[in-house]
């Protein structure tokens, strides 16, 4: 639409001034013809009166006589000798003689525009030898038209001499000129509407190509402008509109997985504790039973055989502390709430630690800032959440010295923050994204189940969590519970 309205807009340019030009020249032609037949008149009213043509053109308002602006130069009639015997200029007047008789001017001494026949008599007689042949003469431009004129006296020739239409010539040439002016401005202007419109139509085009191609990268949040009222908006919305449905596919297919994975690691974990926990026990009440009925009775013998004993057990209870992971991540949550102190669940989480903490010489402190209002949770599940992160925290420190922290805080209006910060090893950029994936560990002996088990109990609280880490500067893990609304505040203590 916008391409045939230009082309109209030209075309209607074009026609309005090739109209002006066609009525210019209509004029010229009608202006050319009635300064000729003025002139014919001039001069067949000075034959039939005998008087001069500068006696007549005096009382004459003709504008085609008026001076230098007229159209007619000079009138000249001739006889059948090529003799003027009257003319609008005096230097070619018919004189006389110093014997008195009459002197002409021939008509070869004066000087013509090319010369043109006026109009042509069927019974028209041959031109005499004086005359040239006629002549083309282009309007508007300078020329000389005859007509030939019988009268008593003989044959006489009526010559008008025409000016060239310098005003119509003009006229012409401006309206050409301006009809190239406007055409070219019209070009440029269309040329200027076409490309803001390609370029209006091609940027969003630009923009869903670049957003096509992040969705085939797996970017699926990615979404274009669609505020546009035309089919480009349409189509943006629609985009916009199958990348929200692809992310939500992909969420689902996600969760699918999640639960997939779940579902296998259910059946797992129900295998691990019906094939594996009974054996384990009866080796623990074994290995309990050889401590106390088969332990030699040398010291040296004796020591190494219950050193030997405890690291039995020792992996034993290993063995079934994965086993008991495996149950709680892959087993449905059932929260026993109730009101639960948790300075006092810090407290127990850095008591299971303490021993190792003293052994490598690391730091522990819980702080309190202010009064802490009561919140319902279930026990286990929460002691769980705090004593893996503060298991991780001590083993994420490599030698000697360090400290892990409980920080335990009141967010208004109705929330706690904990805290647990170490001065570990830390947790590279690239692994924090799945760190609370399930199975995905750092440690070369872990399940990756521990903060997987403490994520989801935490989701099972209605809490959220998240790490903040830098490699080689420590991590902070951050927990917010919803408290009691109305419950107790208790007290900071140490």
């Not at 005359?131 to 309007?139: G, T």
């Not at 521990?450 to 109990?457: F, R, T």
């Not at 998240?466 to 419950?487: M, R, Y």
Request: glycine share 8%; net charge negative.
């Amino acid at each position: 639409m916008l391409l045939a309205l230009m082309f109209g807009l030209t075309l209607g340019v074009q026609y309005y001034f090739n109209v002006r030009a066609v009525t210019a020249n209509a004029h010229m032609v009608v202006e050319r013809e009635q300064a000729i037949m003025a002139g014919v008149a001039l001069a067949l009213k000075s034959l039939r009166s005998e008087q001069y043509l500068d006696e007549i053109i005096g009382s004459s308002r003709d504008t085609f006589f008026s001076g230098k602006n007229g159209r007619v130069k000079n009138i000249l009639v001739l006889d059948d000798d090529g003799n003027v015997r009257d003319s609008l200029v005096a230097d070619y007047i018919p004189g006389e003689r110093e014997d008195k008789s009459p002197r002409y001017v021939a008509f070869k001494d004066v000087p013509l525009p090319p010369l043109r026949r006026a109009a042509r008599f069927p019974d028209e007689q041959a031109l005499p030898a004086w005359m040239p042949p006629s002549s083309d003469v282009d309007f508007g431009e300078a020329g000389a038209f005859y007509f030939p004129v019988q009268t008593d006296k003989g044959r006489r020739f009526i010559i008008v001499e025409l000016g060239p239409a310098n005003t119509l010539s003009n006229l012409l040439e401006r309206q050409t000129s301006r009809s190239a002016f406007y055409t070219l401005w019209l070009l440029l202007v269309t040329t200027l509407v076409t490309g803001f419109f390609v370029w209006r139509f091609t940027r969003p085009i630009k923009e869903l190509s670049a957003a096509a191609r992040k969705v085939a990268g797996g970017d699926f949040n990615v979404q274009v402008e669609s505020d546009r009222g035309d089919e480009m908006g349409t189509l943006a919305s629609a985009f916009n509109e199958m990348t929200a449905k692809l992310g939500r596919a992909r969420e689902l297919e996600m969760q699918l997985h999640q639960a997939e994975k779940g579902a296998v690691v259910g059946r797992l974990a129900a295998a691990i504790a019906h094939e594996i926990r009974n054996p384990l026990n009866y080796i623990n009440l074994t290995l309990d039973h050889f401590r106390s009925s088969f332990a030699p009775a040398d010291t040296t013998k004796r020591d190494t055989f219950i050193k030997l004993t405890d690291q039995l057990k020792s992996e034993v209870a290993r063995i079934n502390r994965h086993i008991t992971d495996f149950l709680k991540y892959s087993r449905p949550s059932k929260l026993e709430l109730q009101e639960v102190d948790l300075r006092a669940e810090a407290e127990d989480a850095l008591r299971i630690i303490e021993a190792r903490a003293q052994e490598s010489g690391i730091e522990t402190q819980i702080q309190q800032d202010g009064p802490l209002p009561t919140i319902k949770a279930d026990r286990e599940s929460l002691r769980s959440v705090l004593t893996n992160l503060v298991i991780n925290a001590v083993e994420s420190i490599d030698g000697e010295g360090g400290s892990v922290r409980i920080n335990l805080s009141n967010m208004p209006p109705n929330s706690v923050k904990v805290e647990v910060t170490d001065t570990g090893c830390g947790i590279g950029p690239h692994d924090i994204a799945k760190l609370f994936e399930p199975y995905f560990s750092t440690k070369e002996t872990g399940t990756g189940l521990g903060l997987a088990i403490v994520k989801k109990a935490v989701d099972d609280h209605g809490g959220t969590i998240n790490v903040i880490s830098k490699e080689g500067g420590g991590t902070t893990f951050t927990i917010i519970l919803p408290a009691n609304e109305k419950g107790d505040r208790m007290e900071a203590t140490g």
